[in-house]
């Protein structure tokens, strides 16, 4: 799936940037409300940020496509570790109850609509790679978490001559549990935030 992805990255990237007709770089911050699915982890969404950058290449006046690189902070409160790692080897004493943060290195490649000048729409795939494992579960040496996480994106985006303002869905496809196959963890995940073209 990930080189499957990063070659669709790449030829995308040639071709359309071959056809381009306007090309804008920037740079973005926001929040991010997030929250794994599974029987492990509270039902809730948690706080979190992400920051990067992003390239907007446009086709023609009504399509285009924006890459990015950004990096994007994912936390969730477990609650029932326990029965996961019923199987694993694990310190009686250590605390599973801790908040998860995580850090992935995040990059959506995104179809751009534009509807008018102020509106677009985005949507598109998006492969996240696990900078870190969050060591206050894994004080064991085991990893948890998968090393990357596949989502699809969806959103929107006003466009206020060099300021973005824009708003997103993250839902993710693929269970990101690495200790068993006893719990399906998947991440969905909000995001708002503001954007600056150069």
Known sequence: MKKFFFLLLAVTGVSIASMAQGLRIGVK???????????SFNDGFDLSYHAGAFLEIDVNKVWGIQPELLWSQTSG??????????TSIVSPTLDITQPIKLNYLSIPLLLRV????????????????????????????????????????????????FLRIYGRYNIGLQNVNDINSQDKWKSQQLQVGLGFRF
């Not at 409160?77 to 019923?86: G, H, I, L, S």
């Not at 206050?136 to 978490?145: K, S, V, W």
Request: net charge positive.
């Open 114 to 161: 534009n509807l008018t000048g102020m509106f677009t729409l985005l949507a598109g795939p998006q492969y996240s790679i696990l900078m870190n494992q969050d060591n206050t579960l894994l004080r064991n040496g085991e990893d948890a978490f998968k090393s990357g996480d596949f989502a699809m994106v969806a959103g929107a985006q006003v466009n206020l001559k």
């Open 29 to 39: 911050a926001g929040a991010n409300m997030t929250k794994f699915t599974g029987q």
């Open 77 to 86: 409160k477990p609650t029932n570790f326990q029965n996961v790692y019923a």
